[in-house]
């Protein structure tokens, strides 16, 4: 699922491939610029602003797009064998004489001046992998609305730009609080800590080929069957002193196992939880899946 960081990754990769080169070929297959040919101009630089790209091109002219859910930029060589999906799902070609960018069921593809740039990405808020980003210009726009959910406060890109559903369900995890608690709720220090480690998971992951939010391996106990009663004697019990009567043997607790998962939660439903084996829950939040662990966060449920 495309956010910041994929994002990110994906302007890197359109940059490396197009940046300071003539294009030989363009082909947008929207009906507004159809008939727009970008032949014979430069590709200047390919931009990231929060979950948009902009690709900016010789004269003044900026190529907009966003992935939303399932877009997705591809670059090939010229020999090489387009697999981005069937050809009625390409809606961009962006072609010079070493590569070829196939740009494949982008939900927003226009093209506009790139003096008028601000009247396509210009509501975001500070962009949490951008030379922009403040956290407390984002700290102050989520708290313009403290009565607002939590989960929907973050996706919000007017509030900080970058954060999609992963990182919601994640972050919500990671500050113990369930994604309907409203921002106001949160408790004292929450709302700026969170802030800071959404920064920091994003960073962590700008050039990750696989997003991880779990920094290590998470220690969990797996169920089993209880330890029979021990029928050794207590220490310094001898033949002539019995033994002190002891309570009923408690279960003996398994010894932790080392498991691997890449997220605490997001994808993890009916799955123990990481930190304290309850199953983790899912329900809609803003017709969104969203994923939580009602042992480990608290907070309003649907």
Partial sequence: MPEGDTVLQTATRLHQALAGQVLTRSDL????FATADLSGRTVLDVTPR???????????LTLHSHLRMDGA??????DERWRGGPGHQIRAILANAEHTAVGYRLPVLELLRTSEED?????????LLGPDWDPGRALDRLLAAPE???????????????????????LCFLARVTP??????????????????????????RDRPTRTTTITSELRTPPGPPSPPSATAAPGATAATPAPAR?????????????????????????????????????????RPTYWCPGCQSGPIP
Avoid: F, M, S
């Avoid at 297959?29 to 507004?32: A, K, L, W």
């Avoid at 929060?50 to 003044?60: A, C, D, Q, S, V």
């Avoid at 930029?73 to 010229?78: D, K, M």
């Fill in 180 to 205: 309907w608690l409203p921002v106001g709720a949160l408790p004292d220090g929450a709302l700026p800590r969170l802030v800071t480690l959404a920064e920091r998971l994003l960073n962590a992951n």
């Fill in 50 to 60: 929060g979950k948009h790209l902009l690709t900016r091109i010789e004269g003044g």
């Fill in 148 to 170: 607002r959910p939590l989960g929907e406060a973050l996706l919000d890109q007017r509030n900080l730009a970058g954060i999609g559903n992963v990182y919601k369900c994640e």
């Fill in 29 to 32: 297959r929207v009906p507004r």
């Fill in 247 to 287: 309570a009923p043997a408690r279960p003996r607790a398994p010894q932790p196992v080392r498991v691997q998962e890449r997220l605490y939660v997001y994808g993890r439903a009916r799955r123990p939880c990481l930190r304290c084996g309850t199953p983790i829950r899912l329900a809609d939040q803003d017709d």
């Fill in 73 to 78: 930029w591809r670059v090939y060589a010229p």
């Fill in 119 to 127: 009247r396509a990405v210009g509501h975001l808020g500070p962009d």
